[in-house]
């Protein structure tokens, strides 16, 4: 089931990858803090993100599909969220499948924040490649050692089939998070107190009624 609202607001939804103890995981967290205020505070638009909606015992699963389903999604795009299962398969893959694989659309409601720290990989799309392809390499060893005839695990094997489809989409849907001009990189992103991004959300909610 969809995570419910709390207010009647229009609500955009992040997907990024969690902070950690490097600096560019402090970066990653401290962009989507600030970017999540600006929105609420000055914009008046709730933000969904998992920090904030999701309670313990809440399903992940749900929570992805509520992003792949969102009107608008504002993908913050990092080394560690190209790698992350729950980012790339759970919920940019599904939001692209959604829009019918098709760049315009997917771009129009996916609005890509892409860090420094992403570049190389988009920029060098087979190392990227070559991660996921030793990530399915490993999902696949214990399924065929415990399930080899594919009876017994359905959902595992769904998820190993989801991780085949990510990689053979992978140049399709980085070139759809590519093909609009965005700010790039922290300092761009944010500057002005998040002025261009902010104003971008508020004509993409207002081109889809969202605002009325």
């Known amino acids: 089931m969809p995570i419910p609202r709390t207010s009647s607001r229009p609500l955009v939804y992040v997907s990024y990858a969690w902070g950690d103890a490097t600096s560019q995981g402090r970066e990653r967290e401290l962009i989507v803090d600030e970017l999540c205020t600006a929105l609420e505070e000055q914009e008046q638009i709730m933000v969904g993100r998992d920090k904030k909606l999701l309670k313990t015992g809440d399903s992940i699963e749900d929570f992805a599909a509520d992003i792949a389903r969102g009107g608008l999604v504002l ?6 969220s190209l790698r992350s299962h729950w980012c790339m398969v759970d919920e940019l893959l599904q939001a692209f499948r959604r829009r019918n694989f098709n760049a315009n659309e997917f771009g129009s409601d996916v609005l890509a924040l892409i860090l420094d720290d992403a570049r190389d990989d988009l920029d060098n799309l087979a190392d990227l490649i070559g991660h996921w ?15 080899p005839d594919r009876r017994f695990s359905p959902d595992s094997w769904q998820r190993l089939d989801q991780m085949h489809e990510l990689r053979a989409r992978l140049p399709d849907l980085i070139r759809s998070l590519r093909i609009r001009a965005m700010p790039r990189g922290y300092l761009a992103i944010s500057r002005k107190d998040f002025s261009e991004i902010r104003e971008l959300v508020v004509n993409r909610l207002n081109e889809k009624g969202s605002l009325a």
């Open 133 to 147: 392809s030793e990530a399915i390499k490993k999902e696949r060893t214990p399924l065929e050692l415990a399930d």
């Open 75 to 80: 993908a913050v795009i990092s080394r560690k």
